[in-house]
């Protein structure tokens, strides 16, 4: 079955810096990659998706790239600010089959 | 926010109890799913249901039940569960399974068995 690796765990950045989040994935077969921001004590909300046949998608400050070559996904967030953190959810998946990465908690600081 | 709600939202319960978690969709999709979330652990999936029959069971223990009445409504039955089970159940639909699509979630239910 499908795989999701994501990295780092845990980020840290400045106000008004980027940050950058990779994930990896196994099966090949894959063609939809959503990713969901998870607030404390909140659900999981979609913030950016891409479709296996989409190279980059960008929606405001936040940036999704897919190398189907390579396997791997990257999240980009511009000019962080507070509200921006929590813990962020890379997926990979094949119609219903879901697979999530372990997260990553990002910390913006004023 | 209030297009998936789940019920209870907290719930501590012995391992000898039963118990039943509810989540109702009010977004007209037909695919519902059972996640579990641990913590430091991915989000595993652990039931899928498409128009009220059920499509993917991820090895999950008998100690867990699901039930899909309607496509707008999907339960999980609890019985003598393990201490390992605590974790946040999350709920989740979406419009189809018959193409990749957006899975919105619930608030989810914080179980912690004793």
């Known amino acids: 079955g499908e795989n999701v690796e994501q990295h780092p765990s845990t980020l840290s950045v400045q106000e008004g810096d980027s940050a950058v989040i990779k994930c990896t994935y196994s099966d090949s077969a894959s063609n939809y990659f959503p990713w969901y921001k998870q607030e404390l004590g909140k659900r999981p909300q979609l913030i950016i998706d891409i479709r296996s046949n989409v190279g980059e998608k960008k929606d405001q400050r936040i940036a999704v790239t897919l190398n189907k070559t390579a396997k791997h996904f990257s999240l980009h967030i511009t000019e962080t600010q507070p509200e921006d953190s929590a813990v962020y959810f890379c997926a990979a998946s094949i119609l219903s089959d879901m697979r999530f990465g372990a997260g990553t908690r990002l910390t913006v600081k004023p | 926010e209030t297009g998936v709600t789940q019920t209870p939202r907290h719930l501590v319960m012995g391992m000898t109890n039963k118990k039943s978690l509810k989540c109702e969709q009010h977004l007209g999709h037909n695919a519902m799913y059972w996640y579990k979330q641990s913590a430091k652990k991915p989000l595993e999936l652990m039931f899928v249901?498409?128009?009220?029959?059920?499509?993917e069971n991820n090895s999950v223990p008998s100690r867990f039940s699901p039930e899909c009445p309607n496509s707008s409504h999907l339960f999980l039955h609890l019985h003598t569960l393990q201490p390992e089970d605590s974790a946040l159940y999350l709920c989740a639909s979406s419009q189809t399974l018959t193409q990749p699509d957006t899975q919105y979630f619930g608030p989810g239910t914080r179980l912690t068995v004793l």
């Open positions: 249901y498409n128009f009220k029959e059920q499509t």
